[in-house]
């Protein structure tokens, strides 16, 4: 069963702040209906459309809303005014004939990135998160056990082709505890 305006509303507000938003409201004086999120990097408008006709036809509202308020509360050299998200999510698909529009408003960047999400794309709280995705953090962890596994196999398979078993150890080594690899071969010095 697919999600409603509501359950997407909820699940994209819910996503972005477990990763690091905070959702802010709209000045007193601002026409802005969507909900505004920002964290130390951008600010987000999060505009959800009952129909793929809605979004089509207001879109641009969103966007002259979200532009002048990051133009009256922002200066042009903070890094900020240069990191605005326009989220457009609608439960509804477009027809056939519209599927280029919902291309061409993806790739527009005039003025904001675009994140546009429309009704199959949105079936579960995943779709979201997957259409969320370019404002999320990203998730490194730490190599696996296995991954492990292998770069310890790495010295001998490289000494085999005639490198110096050493210099490998150290590459490795510095790898695993997310440290320079470079500074800890120039550490090593005139022995390379």
Do not use: C
Not at 47 to 76: A, F, H, K, P
Not at 84 to 102: C, I, K, N, S
């Amino acid at each position: 069963m697919a999600l409603s305006s509501t359950q997407l509303t909820a699940a994209a507000t819910e996503i972005l702040l477990k990763n690091g938003y905070r959702q802010v409201g709209a000045p007193k004086d601002s026409p802005i209906l969507s909900r505004l999120f920002e964290d130390e990097y951008g600010i987000v408008s999060l505009q959800v459309y009952d129909t793929w006709q809605s979004l089509r036809d207001e879109w641009n509202i969103s966007q002259g809303q979200l532009v002048d308020l990051m133009s009256s509360r922002l200066g042009r050299p903070e890094p900020k005014s240069w990191e605005g998200y326009l989220v457009l999510l609608t439960v509804g698909d477009p027809p056939e004939a519209d599927r280029q529009d919902v291309v061409d408003l993806r790739y527009n960047t005039n003025r904001l990135r675009k994140l546009v999400a429309t009704g199959q794309e949105l079936e579960t709280v995943d779709d979201v998160q997957t259409a969320l995705l370019p404002l999320l953090p990203l998730n490194v962890e730490p190599p696996s056990t296995s991954d492990a596994g292998l770069l310890a196999r790495l010295p001998d398979l490289l000494a085999g082709e005639g490198v110096d078993r050493a210099v490998t150890e150290a590459a490795v080594t510095s790898f695993l505890h997310n440290e320079s690899i470079m500074e800890r071969l120039h550490q090593m010095g005139p022995e390379l």
